[in-house]
């Protein structure tokens, strides 16, 4: 059973326009997410990440919105650059008990045409 | 410069025969992760180490084995049982005190079964 789930395999974008990133989790006491970049054939890279006591937390052209309510937190980007193309990953993690296990989503893949 | 390093970057190995999967990290981190990575698939968490000479297995540990001699090395066997051993491997570590921290990443390395 997917406990984080991002729901569009594949998003499309023009250079300059805003990029938004979907991610829903199902498990309530998840209190920590991130955001990772990943390109063929290489390690992902951490971008940004939030904690359950807020809900945006920015990075640059990176921010990252979390509505626990909703069980829902989006990735936005802005503006997109045709290097951002990747697959993007949204994680959470639950630290009860210094529990540092990370519940990945399958990943989003994001094309920022010129 | 600090950092994982995992080697070598692709590996092939005949049906039957074990491999090992190095993973080195020079961050003085207490925690390690093996993933696993297919094609169209999320991250699959192996096995994990939060401390030296202790691991737990992961969500699909059946056909691995590792140990954790020093806090530094975290070495991966695809074992003969292991049905699909071809696949993206991925080690990762982190800091363990505190409350919220992020996994990082080694290149991968490519396993390729004859």
């Known amino acids: 059973d997917q406990q984080v789930k991002q729901n569009s395999p594949s998003l499309s974008v023009q250079e300059g326009r805003i990029s938004i990133l979907n991610c829903d989790y199902t498990n309530s006491m998840f209190d920590y997410f991130l955001w990772y970049k990943k390109y063929p054939a290489e390690g992902p890279t951490f971008l940004i990440s939030?904690?359950?006591i807020k809900d945006k937390n920015e990075d640059g052209r990176f921010t990252v919105f979390l509505n626990k309510s909703a069980k829902h937190l989006s990735l936005h980007i802005v503006p997109s650059q045709p290097g951002d193309s990747a697959v993007y990953f949204c994680?959470?993690?639950?630290?009860?008990?210094?529990?540092?296990?990370?519940?990945w989503g399958l990943g989003t893949s994001l094309a920022v045409n010129p | 410069d600090g950092g994982i390093t995992q080697s070598p970057k692709y590996l092939f190995r005949k049906e039957g025969q074990n491999v090992t999967l190095s993973c080195e990290q020079n961050l003085n981190h207490d925690a390690m992760y093996w993933y696993r990575q297919d094609p169209g698939q999320g991250l699959r968490l192996i096995y994990y180490s939060q401390i030296v000479n202790d691991f737990q297995k992961g969500d699909i540990a059946e056909g691995y084995s590792v140990s954790r001699e020093k806090k530094e090395s975290f070495p991966l066997t695809v074992t003969s049982a292991q049905k699909n051993p071809t696949a993206f491997y991925l080690c990762?570590?982190?800091?363990?005190?505190?409350?919220?921290?992020?996994?990082?990443f080694g290149p991968g390395t490519r396993l390729t079964v004859l």
């Open positions: 990762a570590s982190s800091i363990v005190l505190g409350n919220y921290n992020e996994q990082f």
């Open positions: 939030i904690s359950s």
């Open positions: 994680a959470a993690s639950n630290h009860a008990g210094n529990n540092r296990k990370l519940i």
